[in-house]
């Protein structure tokens, strides 16, 4: 899970140089990355998840994907996944509930959506305006929810599949609403993607934790599962005081 990527120093920003490492890196240990969509058809299908495979996923649609990120996942011909928030397109990240800790950076627009689009990078949903769905009716959920994957299938023409919950918030009733719509739905809840992981709330790593090439490297370790589970007993101690609570 990424967000940004930027020269400065952010709660939600890695520096494009370290993301270039990262995708070298997985490159050259044999690493290939899918788009999310095809991950979670393995998980509807029961089939085996695909071996050195990694999912490259951005949340908020920054436009640094289009100027950083994109040219260095094309040298490596690495697929992405990025989830829109479409009543933001073409403007900034300040919607309301952003912590002001985040600094307020331009997000994709239509035409560089398009442009992505064409070249392979899948998009995916991720509200209209970003809010708390677990505190929302359910008619505003629906809202939040349907109309934001309409959008984005009406700019592109083609099917949008796949879902990111906001602050990773969301309720029984929430993901209910989710699976009408879309097949695979990413969570904030730190971990890996396994053969029995839930489609509708799939884990993920926030990258933001291994920026450091030696903690990157452990990715591929299998005592990397441990760390994992140290991460999530200090999340849970330390409650939302640790947490990342702006995804
Ligand atoms: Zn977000």
């Known amino acids: 899970m990424y967000h940004a990527l930027d020269e400065q120093p952010s709660p939600i920003a890695i520096r494009p140089a370290v993301f270039a490492w990262q995708m070298r890196w997985l490159h050259e240990h044999g690493y290939r990355a899918i788009p999310l969509s095809r991950l979670v058809q393995c998980l509807h299908r029961n089939e085996p998840l695909p071996q050195r495979a990694v999912v490259i996923t951005f949340d908020d649609g920054f436009e640094s994907i289009y100027t950083a990120a994109f040219p260095i996942l094309a040298e490596y011909g690495f697929a992405a996944t990025v989830f829109l928030v479409t ?5 900034q990240n300040d919607w309301p509930h952003q912590p002001l800790a985040i600094p307020c950076r331009p997000l994709l627009a239509w035409p560089q959506i398009r442009q992505l689009h064409e070249h392979g990078i899948e998009f995916g949903a991720h509200t ?3 809010p708390w769905l677990d505190r929302l ?14 959008a984005i299938e009406d700019q592109l023409g083609h099917a949008v599949h796949v879902f990111a919950y906001p602050y990773g918030r969301y309720t029984p009733a929430v993901r209910a609403i989710v699976g009408r719509a879309f097949s695979g739905a990413c969570s904030t809840r730190l971990g890996l993607v396994e053969s029995g992981s839930d489609p509708l709330a799939l884990e993920r790593i926030e990258m933001l934790y291994l920026t450091q090439p030696m903690l990157f490297q452990w990715l591929a370790h299998p005592s990397f599962s441990f760390y994992l589970d140290l991460r999530r007993l200090a999340r849970a101690t330390a409650g939302t005081l640790l947490g990342r609570p702006w995804q």
């Open 137 to 150: 009716a359910p008619a505003d959920i629906e809202r939040e929810v349907l109309a934001s994957k309409a």
């Open 87 to 91: 009543g933001y397109c073409g403007r």
């Open 128 to 130: 209209i305006t970003h």
